[in-house]
């Protein structure tokens, strides 16, 4: 099966930029996402970047994506007490007529004012 | 307002119960799917649905069944059978399952998530 990894923790003080890290293992994958998670909440989509990119920004958040390292990271610039939540990671793999997306476990972003 | 919508919020089942969660979209959307999470750990895909009256089981579909007599609507039912049913559950859509063309590919798979339900066993 597809493994995509996080670390479940990062705290950072208000102002500060965020680092949220994710590792996958199939390359195959067509789009990845980052969603986040408030408490008691559904997933809320925050930002994409297909496979075949580097980097894409938009806004506060920029998204970063080696290949060949299969590593997927999520800055958020100007960290909020607002943005604190947990960060899901997700990778779609592309199915003979079904996408299935594999998500990782999570990073619980604590902001310290 | 377009969207997905999941009742109840919070839900209590007692031993050898069947409960039903509901899933309702008015996105227009094809493909529908649930999930459940665990503390730590990542989504799981329990069933999907692509289209109406078609069903296909996920990686824990064993105690859970799904009706999807409607596009809109795609309820799943916790049964006795599901030994340990406590978990937050969250339904998806995406429009599409099946890629037209380049252009339109991102709109077609991604995933939109409704609020979830709580299931707490009594």
């Known amino acids: 099966g597809e493994d995509v990894e996080q670390s479940l923790f990062l705290s950072v003080r208000e102002g500060d930029s965020s680092v949220i890290n994710c590792t996958y293992t199939d390359s195959s994958s067509t789009y990845l996402y980052w969603y986040k998670q408030e408490p008691g909440a559904g997933l809320q989509l925050l930002t994409y970047?297909?496979?075949?990119?580097d980097m894409k920004q938009d806004q506060r958040l920029t998204v970063l994506l080696n290949k060949k390292d299969k590593h997927l990271s999520l800055r958020i610039a100007d960290t909020q007490t607002g943005d604190s939540a947990i960060y899901f990671c997700?990778?779609?793999?592309?199915?003979?007529?079904?996408?299935?997306?594999?998500f990782g476990s999570g990073t619980k972003l604590n902001v310290k004012p | 307002d377009g969207g997905i919508t999941q009742s109840p919020k919070y839900l209590f089942r007692k031993e050898g119960q069947n409960v039903t969660l509901s899933c309702e979209q008015n996105?227009?959307?094809?493909?529908m799917y649930w999930y459940r999470q665990d503390p730590g750990q990542g989504l799981r895909l329990i069933y999907y649905?692509?289209?109406?009256?078609?069903?296909q089981k996920g990686d824990i579909a064993e105690g859970y069944s799904v009706s999807r007599e409607k596009k809109e609507s795609f309820p799943l039912t916790v049964t006795s059978a599901q030994k340990n049913p406590t978990a937050f559950y969250l339904c998806?859509?995406?429009?599409?399952?099946?890629?037209?063309?380049?252009?339109?590919?991102?709109?077609?798979?991604?995933?939109?998530f409704g609020p979830g339900t709580r299931l707490l066993v009594l």
């Open positions: 970047i297909f496979s075949n990119m």
């Open positions: 996105l227009n959307h094809d493909a």
């Open positions: 649905s692509q289209i109406v009256n078609d069903f």
């Open positions: 997700a990778e779609s793999i592309r199915g003979y007529n079904f996408n299935k997306f594999y």
């Open positions: 998806a859509s995406s429009p599409h399952r099946v890629r037209k063309n380049r252009a339109r590919f991102l709109d077609q798979e991604t995933q939109y």
